[in-house]
């Protein structure tokens, strides 16, 4: 195999960058293998579900025609892998528009459900059923577009009303620009020094945990 090959369940990736017409054929012989290899360890893979999608700077884009166990994979604008849409030309907009909608839908189940309980009740409810939605893999999709992160603030803002904080100055809520910031930088130091950012140590004198 000389294209990367990533697993997750029973998800996979395989990827290469594309040079020449000889790294296309590398990558279509490493196909090849990857489906003879699974057809003698008795595993099925599913050709129509499977996709192909190519990122490149160029701006006349060649299609590219891969194949998988004799049956064509089709190509795509986008796809999702992991949880995460990705986009050939990399902007994250359609991954935004899907975390949105789903953040939407679980806050107006949480304004309903909660809509007489009590401000820390609602609080709670955000920051364990809603913002986590909001926040799935950002270390790796944080959005710079204006649009695509004042489209995620509006739905904590929304809940920052629900449960009767204040905004601006007087809001006790961390940004989700900031957390997606400390996402991105735990992710870089956690990968330069295979090292958590933060641990937990325990006072001698006290019970309490103290965290950095």
Request: aromatic share 10%.
């Amino acid at each position: 195999m000389q294209s990367t090959i990533r697993l997750f369940a029973d998800d996979c990736i395989i990827y290469k960058v594309i040079r020449s017409e000889g790294d296309e054929k590398t990558l279509q012989s490493d196909l090849d293998k990857l489906w003879e290899w699974a057809s003698i360890n008795s595993m099925k893979i599913n050709p129509q579900k499977s996709k192909s999608i190519s990122s490149t700077k160029s701006r006349i884009k060649q299609s590219l025609a891969y194949s998988l166990g004799g049956n064509s994979i089709v190509e795509v604008n986008s796809c999702k892998y992991l949880g995460i849409t990705i986009k050939n030309d990399l902007n994250w907009i359609d991954h935004v528009n899907i975390t949105t909608k789903k953040g939407w839908r679980a806050l107006n189940f949480v304004m309903r459900t909660l809509k007489k309980g009590n401000n820390n009740a609602k609080k709670l409810a955000y920051t364990s059923l809603v913002r986590p939605i909001l926040e799935y893999g950002v270390a790796c999709w944080d959005p710079y577009r204006k649009c695509q992160v004042k489209a995620l603030d509006r739905i904590q803002n929304k809940a920052l009303k629900f449960a009767g904080e204040g905004r601006g100055e007087n809001c006790n809520w961390e940004s989700l620009e900031n957390r997606r910031k400390l996402a991105r930088l735990y992710a870089m130091f956690k990968t330069y020094t295979g090292k958590n950012a933060w641990k937990c140590v325990k006072k001698q004198t006290t019970e309490a945990q103290l965290c950095w």
